[in-house]
């Protein structure tokens, strides 16, 4: 995203082109559920004795193709003036801490609302779904290949439309939405209809990715070109640590202690005030220059 930025030749187009290194995610996971449905046809009740394993495997082979991408890109216009004009940060995780903690911070809360709800969607659905409802492994993966594909086409509709209303209103908007979906969606999910629950699943990306389409520019916009990558990757990787990653344990423990899933609705209720707080306090950028120091509050 960081790179999509940088080689924009435009300031009112960051969010579009930003979104489309976002389209990497659901289309990443569309190809891992459409590799996991094909295998779990073939090995049939065998699946989770070997059938898992091959597609996990395959995956290798994307990380060798996402390797050759990024070792043929070239650094891009703003980081090669940082060079030349001889200010790029010798530590720069330590001096983004020192003189950008809020915007750390505040990045890595706004994705409350994005991660929690976006690994409730797409792993805790699979415990919830054949355990609890009874649902088929093969219905579940169908409806999981079909939001994913939504969502990759969803995702820079949404960075565009921020390039129009503004960043911070569009990310917003979506916190609004996939607190409101949620109830919703486990609504659908609990009438035990397969129709229903397979047009839940399919529909549970589009709240998400109104939220990761424009947060890749919201984020990067956010943070001084010479510490950009640092800034943003540490707020970014730290939602997956307080957000993502226990979502579906959290998730799961409530509906084990209440067996409702309307705490758990509650809970991605309070992710995303919290992200709407974030993002308010965050700094918008949207359409503005932000290839220099100039801008930002801090001269550096």
Not at 183 to 196: E, K, S
Request: charged share 10%; aromatic share 14%; net charge positive.
């Amino acid at each position: 995203m960081l790179l999509a930025i940088k080689w924009a030749r435009s300031n009112n187009n960051h969010g579009f082109i930003a979104s489309w290194p976002q389209f990497g995610a659901p289309a990443g996971l569309f190809l891992a559920n459409l590799a996991v449905l094909i295998f779990s046809w073939i090995s049939g009740d065998q699946f989770l004795v070997w059938g898992w394993r091959i597609p996990f495997l395959l995956s290798i082979v994307m990380v060798g193709v996402g390797l050759w991408i990024r070792l043929g890109i070239l650094e891009t216009p703003v980081f090669r003036r940082v060079l030349e004009e001889n200010r790029v940060a010798r530590a720069p995780i330590i001096e983004v801490f020192r003189k950008q903690p809020k915007e750390i911070a505040l990045t890595a809360l706004l994705r409350l609302a994005e991660q929690s709800p976006g690994y409730i969607f797409n792993a805790f659905i699979f415990t919830y779904g054949t355990q609890v409802l009874g649902a088929s492994r093969d219905l579940l993966l169908t409806g999981l290949i079909t939001t994913t594909a939504l969502g990759f086409i969803w995702a820079p509709i949404a960075g565009a439309l921020s390039d129009k209303i503004g960043r911070r209103q569009m990310y917003i908007i979506g916190c609004i939405f996939v607190a409101i979906f949620t109830f919703v969606y486990f609504a659908m999910l609990d009438t035990r209809n397969p129709t229903l629950i397979f047009i839940a699943v399919a529909l549970s990306f589009i709240p998400v990715m109104t939220m990761y389409g424009p947060e890749a520019a919201l984020i990067a916009e956010a943070f001084t070109p010479r510490l950009r990558y640092s800034g943003a990757s540490i707020g970014y990787q730290l939602a997956s640590i307080i957000a993502g990653g226990p979502a579906p344990f959290i998730s799961t423990w409530l509906f084990a202690t209440y067996n409702s899933t309307v705490p758990i609705g509650i809970y991605v209720v309070v992710c995303a005030i919290i992200s709407i707080i974030a993002t308010a306090m965050l700094p918008d950028y949207t359409n503005k220059d932000i290839s220099t120091e100039a801008h930002y509050e801090e001269p550096l």
